[in-house]
């Protein structure tokens, strides 16, 4: 029997993926670099499932937990927050700036359905770890079998 998961196809998500990279590319050709990304970045997620629970990281360096947000509503998982510039000098004369700063939003469909009262949020070495529960009706029962 095959065990594979089928994952939900999200084409959007595919499209604004492609947009961006096409919009990296020419900012970068004509020298725009620091300009278009200096207000926008999309933290990196890992979604897994473990012990009937989904698990997801998401790398958010160099922010406080005050700065990060977590929602969980209608089986849709929203991380946002805000990752604040450091203050500018004018003494300094900067040569490269790749670091994103800004607002950021991250929704993601889960797979199944969550217990959204008992989801957990840690922040830790820049990596948010979200445990989202599985409600009891969905997790397997073990059936005890008669013997007659």
């Given at each position: 029997?095959?065990?594979?998961?089928?994952?939900?196809?999200?084409?959007?998500?595919?499209?604004?993926?492609?947009?961006?990279?096409?919009?990296r590319?020419?900012?970068?050709?004509?020298?725009?670099?620091?300009?278009?990304?200096?207000?926008?970045?999309?933290?990196?997620?890992?979604?897994?499932?473990?012990?009937?629970?989904?698990?997801?990281?998401?790398?958010?360096?160099?922010?406080?937990?005050e700065?990060i947000?977590?929602?969980?509503?209608?089986?849709m998982?929203?991380?946002?927050?805000?990752?604040?510039?450091?203050?500018?000098?004018?003494?300094?004369?900067?040569y490269r700036v790749?670091?994103?700063?800004?607002?950021?939003?991250?929704?993601?469909?889960?797979?199944?359905?969550?217990?959204?009262?008992?989801?957990?949020?840690?922040?830790?070495?820049?990596?948010?770890?979200?445990?989202?529960?599985?409600?009891?009706?969905?997790?397997?029962?073990?059936?005890?079998?008669?013997?007659?």
């Amino acid at each position: 029997m095959n065990d594979r998961k089928m994952k939900l196809w999200e084409p959007f998500s595919e499209l604004v993926t492609m947009r961006n990279d096409v919009d990296r590319l020419f900012d970068t050709f004509f020298g725009r670099e620091n300009e278009s990304y200096e207000n926008y970045w999309r933290p990196a997620i890992d979604i897994e499932e473990n012990n009937g629970n989904l698990m997801v990281r998401a790398e958010i360096p160099g922010m406080s937990k005050e700065d990060i947000k977590v929602a969980v509503k209608d089986n849709m998982l929203t991380i946002s927050g805000e990752r604040k510039r450091e203050n500018e000098s004018k003494d300094k004369t900067y040569y490269r700036v790749e670091r994103c700063y800004g607002q950021f939003q991250r929704m993601i469909r889960l797979p199944t359905e969550v217990d959204a009262d008992k989801v957990k949020a840690t922040y830790k070495d820049g990596v948010l770890h979200v445990t989202l529960p599985k409600p009891e009706s969905m997790k397997p029962k073990q059936i005890d079998v008669e013997i007659k």
